[in-house]
């Protein structure tokens, strides 16, 4: 869909990222996510769509957002997609629905409403959700870190890894994944007919990605005798399995590290060079982390980070500032503080709730 079919559609439409937060500079982008309705054909037909996240410079003139006109970040979900989202807890999207009144550009009676049910759209998973994104965030600041400090030096070849291209190929991204995804499903089958003990329960409220981590690291060569057992493989695979994996994920990070070297913005780079770490990634990772805490304890997400007095800190913490050690042992301490706070919310988002919410918005709408 075209911006002139989606922006008469918008229930609403609100400024976010460091400028809510309290936290932008004088260089900050202006970030901007909206919510709307889809025609009926979008509900009755074949027709889909989940958001609009590009076309708004390309379309420029045609919406009724002049402003979204030279906008980089602008990211438009259907009122499905949202409430998707919302019931995966996932922070940045939960955040649109906390704002304050002045950072909603346009808001309908019908966004108004939406918001009306906010505190229901909250659950334990936010345990999960933000740790996880919070995580995302100090795993970038750990291999740009390693990267400033003992950047890798060549590309990996097979040959580093007892491999070669005639007799001992390495194996293939598609060929690792369909044994891991067949593994995944050896694993997955006993852990669906286990008890629900507290610790199960934990691991599938956070609905941690397990196909995606035997993909993503090595399998540890400690549990390869049991993954040979499980598989039925021969000693053969199961080695050339492990060294395939370790040269794929050598041969993966020199590809990320050669990208952000390649990209770094000037600017950033010299910031990464003053205080040894990405500053950036780590300011957002505090208050991710701090954000959960609070939802957790009090129930609300408190967007304004000036409204609860942090925002300074986290700027310093931006502007490069506070050492890697202060700030690394500040991350570790709200990790686990965040996974232990008690909480009075509910185990899940109630999605018969959802649907309801969806059905009387789209009554609302009247198409």
Same mark, same amino acid.
């Given at each position: 869909?075209?911006?002139?079919?989606?922006?008469?559609?918008?229930?609403?439409?609100?400024?976010?990222?460091?400028?809510?937060?309290?936290?932008?500079?004088?260089?900050?982008?202006?970030?901007?996510?909206?919510?709307?309705?889809?025609?009926?054909?979008?509900?009755?037909?074949?027709?889909?769509?989940?958001?609009?996240?590009?076309?708004? @410079?390309?379309?420029?003139?045609?919406? +009724?957002?002049?402003?979204?006109?030279?906008?980089?970040?602008?990211?438009?979900?259907?009122?499905?997609?949202?409430?998707?989202?919302?019931?995966?807890?996932?922070?940045?999207?939960?955040?649109?629905?906390?704002?304050?009144?002045?950072?909603?550009?346009?808001?309908?009676?019908?966004?108004?409403?939406?918001?009306?049910?906010?505190?229901?759209?909250?659950?334990?998973?936010?345990?999960?959700?933000?740790?996880?994104?919070?995580?995302?965030?100090?795993?970038?600041?750990?291999?740009?870190?390693?990267?400033?400090?003992?950047?890798?030096?060549?590309?990996?070849?097979?040959?580093?890894?007892?491999?070669?291209?005639?007799?001992?190929?390495?194996?293939?991204?598609?060929?690792?994944?369909?044994?891991?995804?067949?593994?995944?499903?050896?694993?997955?089958?006993?852990?669906?007919?286990?008890?629900?003990?507290?610790?199960?329960?934990?691991?599938?409220?956070?609905?941690?990605?397990?196909?995606?981590?035997?993909?993503?690291?090595?399998?540890?060569?400690?549990?390869?005798?049991?993954?040979?057992?499980?598989?039925?493989?021969?000693?053969?695979?199961?080695?050339?399995?492990?060294?395939?994996?370790?040269?794929?994920?050598?041969?993966?990070?020199?590809?990320?590290?050669?990208?952000?070297?390649?990209?770094?913005?000037?600017?950033?780079?010299?910031?990464?060079?003053?205080?040894?770490?990405?500053?950036?990634?780590?300011?957002?990772?505090?208050?991710?982390?701090?954000?959960?805490?609070?939802?957790?304890?009090?129930?609300?997400?408190?967007?304004?980070?000036?409204?609860?007095?942090?925002?300074?800190?986290?700027?310093?913490?931006?502007?490069?500032?506070?050492?890697?050690?202060?700030?690394?042992?500040?991350?570790?301490? +709200?990790?686990?503080?965040? @996974?232990?706070?008690?909480?009075?919310?509910?185990?899940?988002?109630?999605?018969?709730?959802?649907?309801?919410?969806?059905?009387?918005?789209?009554?609302?709408?009247?198409?």
């Amino acid at each position: 869909m075209h911006r002139k079919e989606i922006e008469p559609r918008m229930i609403l439409l609100a400024l976010v990222g460091s400028q809510a937060y309290g936290t932008a500079t004088p260089t900050s982008d202006r970030d901007y996510k909206g919510i709307f309705i889809a025609p009926k054909e979008y509900y009755l037909g074949f027709k889909t769509i989940e958001q609009k996240d590009a076309g708004w @410079q390309s379309e420029a003139g045609s919406g +009724l957002f002049p402003f979204l006109d030279k906008v980089q970040d602008c990211v438009a979900y259907e009122l499905r997609k949202f409430l998707t989202l919302i019931g995966n807890n996932n922070p940045n999207i939960l955040e649109i629905l906390w704002l304050d009144p002045e950072f909603y550009l346009y808001l309908t009676p019908l966004g108004e409403r939406l918001i009306d049910y906010r505190e229901d759209f909250l659950s334990q998973k936010v345990r999960g959700s933000f740790a996880g994104y919070a995580y995302a965030q100090i795993k970038k600041v750990e291999s740009h870190r390693k990267w400033l400090l003992n950047p890798p030096e060549c590309k990996p070849v097979p040959q580093d890894f007892g491999l070669n291209e005639d007799d001992y190929k390495p194996l293939t991204k598609s060929e690792m994944n369909a044994f891991l995804e067949f593994l995944y499903m050896l694993v997955r089958d006993c852990i669906e007919y286990l008890d629900a003990a507290e610790e199960l329960r934990i691991l599938l409220l956070e609905k941690i990605d397990y196909k995606g981590l035997l993909k993503q690291h090595n399998l540890p060569e400690e549990v390869l005798p049991k993954v040979q057992e499980y598989t039925r493989s021969t000693d053969d695979f199961i080695r050339l399995l492990h060294v395939s994996q370790a040269y794929r994920r050598s041969l993966r990070e020199w590809e990320a590290y050669c990208q952000w070297r390649k990209r770094r913005h000037p600017e950033r780079q010299e910031l990464e060079r003053k205080c040894g770490y990405d500053a950036k990634h780590m300011s957002h990772c505090i208050r991710l982390l701090k954000m959960g805490i609070e939802v957790l304890r009090d129930g609300v997400i408190n967007v304004n980070r000036k409204k609860v007095g942090d925002a300074d800190y986290l700027l310093t913490i931006r502007q490069g500032d506070v050492a890697y050690q202060e700030v690394k042992e500040l991350a570790d301490n +709200l990790f686990n503080e965040l @996974q232990e706070v008690s909480t009075d919310l509910p185990s899940y988002v109630n999605r018969e709730k959802l649907n309801e919410v969806c059905v009387e918005l789209v009554e609302m709408a009247g198409w």
